[in-house]
């Protein structure tokens, strides 16, 4: 099964603070780690993302530490702000053959609902 | 661009009718998917077409639903008959051949009373 495990469920923070939302996965042939930002009533976007040849990339506040060997990958959010305040999907990415000669299919995890304090 | 475009935005429709979801994907974006979202099950994929073709529809629910992609412009979820638990917001994205990232519409929030 293709299956990305996400937690926590829902995180609180306070200004200034750091959010870290983690997640695990099983299959080896993944690829392609994003992490999509959801505000509400909106579709989700992507944030970052990164392929596993990376341990670590940043783009401003957010980071994705990546732990090859551990499967696991995390985002963290420096110095959240309120604004932040949103649902964080992890998602990975394999490669399959078909008739068609490839595609790729995205498993998305349960999500992370952050609260960020003023 | 005017990105991923969703109709209706929200739909409330009684059990038993058929309620039919639209989508218009970016333009020149080669894969469109379709999506489920609920509180209890987080972000399904249902189905996703490469070139207007279906390439894997292993995440639709039942045969109550079925998804077309007539052209490359257009793709419609049917839901016939539709019933209470269908209820959820429902995502159509494209990708761009090439390229990892998938572009959410606004969603459709489906409620089937």
């Known amino acids: 099964q293709q299956q990305v495990k996400q937690s926590p469920q829902s995180l609180i923070v306070q200004k200034g603070g750091i959010s870290i939302i983690n997640c695990a996965y099983e299959?080896?042939?993944?690829?392609?780690f994003p992490w999509y930002q959801q505000f509400p009533g909106k579709g989700p976007a992507l944030l970052i993302a990164?392929?596993?040849?990376?341990s670590e990339k940043k783009e401003g506040r957010f980071t994705i530490s990546f732990n090859k060997s551990a499967k696991q990958f995390s985002l963290h959010i420096m110095d959240s702000q309120p604004g932040d305040s949103a649902t964080y999907f992890c998602a990975a990415r394999f490669r399959s053959r078909n008739a068609s000669g490839g595609s790729y299919i995205p498993t998305f995890g349960r999500g992370t609902s952050l609260i960020v304090h003023p | 661009d005017a990105g991923v475009i969703q109709s209706p935005r929200h739909e409330v429709t009684e059990m038993g009718q058929e309620v039919t979801l639209r989508c218009k994907p970016i333009?020149?974006?080669?894969?469109l998917f379709w999506y489920r979202q609920t509180m209890m099950r987080g972000l399904e994929l249902l189905i996703y077409?490469?070139?207007?073709?279906?390439?894997?529809d292993s995440g639709m629910p039942e045969d109550r639903f079925s998804a077309k992609m007539p052209n490359a412009s257009f793709s419609t979820l049917k839901i016939q008959p539709s019933e209470p638990r269908d209820s959820a917001v429902y995502f159509c994205?494209?990708?761009?051949?090439?390229?990892?990232?998938?572009?959410f519409g606004p969603g459709t929030r489906l409620t089937v009373l």
């Open positions: 333009s020149g974006h080669d894969y």
């Open positions: 990164i392929r596993p040849d990376v």
């Open positions: 994205a494209s990708s761009p051949r090439g390229y990892n990232e998938q572009f």
């Open positions: 077409f490469n070139n207007n073709v279906p390439i894997d």
């Open positions: 299959n080896t042939a993944f690829d392609y």
